[in-house]
């Protein structure tokens, strides 16, 4: 069953604690992106990957980290630096990184710091 | 930061009354996209413009492309309940520098229908 799998879908972290995120496709897509939505907001980007070993900053990268080792995994680090970290984290990613194609969502994680 | 600007940022409307939020670019766009996000769930792709005027309709929804290829609207006709939801434009807006790759949202029309 092809898809984009983003986990855990809930996330409790403590307040300066860093927190990683995943994100699994198995649709072969080359690109793959991370975004911030905050409650009634839309959609923030924070980095993407348009192929393997390279990424690049979106619109709200400070205290965020990804990495892109292989093709189906683009996971997110929150770090302490984050001065606002409680938010609904979406996953997305698509065939084709020259911009042309839709993307394919992942259900989110939601990450709470407390 | 983007440079595009969806409105209204919300909209209530009785079943059966039409709908419309559009979405406008400060500079020139190769496409657009619109996705649909329901309440508690993620965003869904909806259509892809990319011809300058482009009109294009799915059932009861109605997307167009503006002739600058600037600006791009979804309207839909006698929304239902089920048309609940935040819409999003798409594509590749840019501050500035490469948009290479890049898919950045609107900010989203989130639409009530009361039944």
């Known amino acids: 069953d092809g898809g984009i799998t983003q986990s855990p879908k809930y996330l409790f972290r403590k307040e300066g604690q860093n927190v990683t995120l995943s994100c699994e496709q198995n649709l072969n897509h080359d690109a793959m992106y991370w975004y911030r939505q905050d409650p009634g907001q839309g959609l923030r980007l924070i980095y993407y990957s348009q192929i393997v070993n390279d990424f690049q900053k979106g619109d709200i990268a400070e205290g965020y980290s990804v990495s892109r080792e292989k093709k189906e995994s683009f996971p997110l680090t929150v770090t302490s630096a984050q001065k606002n970290p409680t938010a609904f984290y979406l996953c997305a990613s698509r065939t084709d990184r020259a911009a042309n194609t839709e993307a394919f969502f992942g259900q989110g994680t939601r990450l709470t710091v407390v | 930061g983007q440079q595009v600007m969806q409105i209204p940022q919300y909209q209530h409307v009785q079943e059966g009354e039409d709908f419309t939020t559009y979405c406008n670019s400060s500079t020139t766009l190769s496409n657009i996209q619109w996705y649909k996000q329901r309440p508690g769930g993620h965003p869904v792709f909806l259509i892809q413009l990319v011809k300058s005027g482009e009109v294009k309709k799915q059932k009861r929804l109605t997307f167009q492309f503006g002739e600058a290829k600037k600006n791009s609207s979804l309207h839909i006709t006698a929304t239902q309940t089920t048309d609940v939801g935040t819409y999003f434009c798409?594509?590749?807006?840019?501050?500035?520098?490469?948009?290479?790759?890049?898919?950045?949202f609107g900010q989203g029309t989130i639409l009530t229908v009361h039944p």
């Open positions: 798409a594509g590749p807006f840019s501050a500035g520098g490469t948009s290479y790759g890049k898919l950045t």
